[in-house]
């Protein structure tokens, strides 16, 4: 089956390659060039442009870095909307608004087009060993189709509902990896500056009931000092403002999303925008 695959970067490209060495034909756009390169010295072939990427692929996916560039890809003049095919399918593995997605997903389904939003959850390690956290939303058939897919790119993939639950089920998680993120770093301050040892300190809340997967991925970083750009904090500054509109159009409060929305862009004020995220202690210092 030939795999069409738009977007390479930091989680597409592991992606991508992840759907070569499951043996799928895998044909690639991006805009960068380096990328398209490394893709196929791994096998892949590369489209010029959405049309030909359209004639040759039954699935394609995609994962780009923010709303308007699935805007464009998806309804531009020469997007995806305007060249797919009666029973082909789009994955949207990018982190968008669900409104978005039901809007891309309404489009598709009156051509008779296969839609699924599948945000990925689980950073570049987890994209690069084929270990991501999938969520889909859309039809349970356009699901199945697509499953296989989805298995060569992540170990952990579910069918979260109808289109738009997909992207409701990533945002609830980046809205706890930003609190999260906090949390680690504000307990950080509290037990060093009261005199435990950090190290040490890390080993046995791991196993506690203060543990969480960000404190766990943070410690190490927040504790050599070597934060590194795995994860830019930008990253989220982009889904928490995504978190912050859903929110207002459902007509509910989020304060510490509220809060927490607010040091992040205090960190990006700072200049920490693309560094990752356990650079955030420096707010703490």
């Known amino acids: 089956m030939k795999i069409g695959f738009i977007g ?47 004639n040759d692929a039954k699935i394609i996916c995609t994962c780009l870095p923010d709303e308007p560039a699935s805007e464009e890809i998806y309804f531009g003049a020469n997007g995806l909307l305007k060249h797919a095919t009666h029973g082909q399918i789009l994955v949207e593995n990018s ?9 891309i997903g309404t489009n598709a ?98 196993s506690s009931w203060g543990a969480s997967n960000m404190l766990n991925r943070n410690a190490p970083m927040m504790i050599s000092r070597n934060f590194g750009t795995l994860t830019p904090t930008r990253l989220l500054i982009k889904d928490l403002s995504l978190i912050e509109e859903v929110a207002t159009e459902l007509g509910i409060s989020l304060p510490i999303g509220a809060k927490t929305r607010a040091l992040f862009n205090a960190a990006h004020e700072k200049g920490l925008g693309d560094m990752d995220l356990s650079s955030l202690i420096q707010l703490f210092d």
Do not use: W
């Not at 982190?95 to 809007?103: F, H, N, V, Y």
């Open 95 to 103: 982190t968008i608004g669900p409104a978005l997605a039901r809007r």
């Open 8 to 54: 390479l970067g930091r989680m597409g490209k592991p992606m991508s390659i992840n759907l070569v060495k499951a043996g799928y034909e895998v044909i690639v756009m991006s805009r960068s060039r380096l990328p398209i390169d490394e893709l196929l010295s791994h096998g892949a072939t590369e489209a010029s442009n959405i049309s030909d990427l359209t």
């Open 109 to 206: 389904q009156k051509n008779q087009i296969g839609f699924l939003d599948a945000p990925i959850s689980g950073g570049v390690p987890r994209a690069t060993d084929g270990t991501l956290t999938i969520m889909a939303g859309g039809a349970k058939d356009s699901f199945e189709q697509a499953l296989p897919i989805l298995n060569s790119m992540g170990s952990t993939i579910h069918h979260v509902g109808a289109i738009g639950q997909g992207s409701v089920t990533k945002l609830t998680n980046q809205l706890l990896v930003g609190i999260h993120t906090l949390a680690a770093c504000e307990a950080y301050l509290f037990g060093k500056s009261a005199g435990a040892d950090p190290q040490q300190l890390f080993e046995v809340l791991g």
